[in-house]
């Protein structure tokens, strides 16, 4: 499996932008609305630091992950009434300690044991060493059912429960033998979105 060290790749990543001649990045920007002119997006309205503008631009890509300018600009889209749930990663530190005080310790049976009052919803784990960190472990485990993210409300609620539940996978592991040492170091910044309104293409 691959194995990521999520800082690096954002200093990376600034670094690839910040050398190609025509990329004009925007960071802590917005998108408000689209202009549609004969059918087609024409502009894009953004709102930053600077105030609300326009950006022009002759095909636009709708990288939200929700169809959010898709929806806006009145285009076809429909959602599954079973939406694949939300995640929220996050990063623990311990899980060696407890792996290595137990042979045949298993995470994810671990994580969504139900006999633990804090379990998590039953479905699939995964974990992955960070690179030069030692004794950290980023653990994807959290899973919070029903949610639509492209509603503002469930987005929040989501959120909210995703780290909830980030919370407990720390509480799980620290029942466990060896699990002293165990701390949740840190939690994604955004939860991860699957699913919510599919393009309807011709």
Request: aromatic content about 4%; overall charge neutral; some cysteine.
């Amino acid at each position: 499996y691959a194995r990521l060290n999520s800082a690096e790749l954002i200093c990376q990543l600034d670094a690839l932008i910040r050398e190609h001649p025509t990329i004009r990045p925007f960071l802590h920007t917005r998108f408000v609305r689209p202009l549609v002119r004969d059918g087609r997006v024409t502009e894009a309205i953004v709102e930053d630091r600077t105030g609300r503008r326009a950006i022009r631009a002759k095909v636009f890509i709708d990288a939200s992950g929700d169809g959010d300018l898709l929806a806006r600009a009145g285009l076809p889209s429909k959602k599954r009434d079973d939406l694949q749930p939300p995640t929220v990663c996050a990063i623990l530190a311990g899980v060696d300690d407890v792996q290595a005080a137990d042979a045949s310790f298993n995470l994810g049976g671990a994580l969504c044991d139900p006999a633990h009052p804090k379990a998590l919803p039953v479905g699939f784990v995964w974990s992955s060493p960070i690179p030069g960190l030692p004794g950290l472990r980023m653990i994807a485990g959290t899973r919070v059912s029903g949610a639509d993210c492209s509603d503002a409300d469930q987005l929040t609620a989501a959120e909210m429960e995703g780290r909830r539940q980030a919370r407990a996978m720390r509480d799980i592991l620290a029942d466990r033998p060896g699990g002293q040492s165990v701390a949740l170091a840190q939690v994604a910044s955004y939860i991860g979105v699957r699913e919510t309104r599919h393009a309807c293409c011709l």
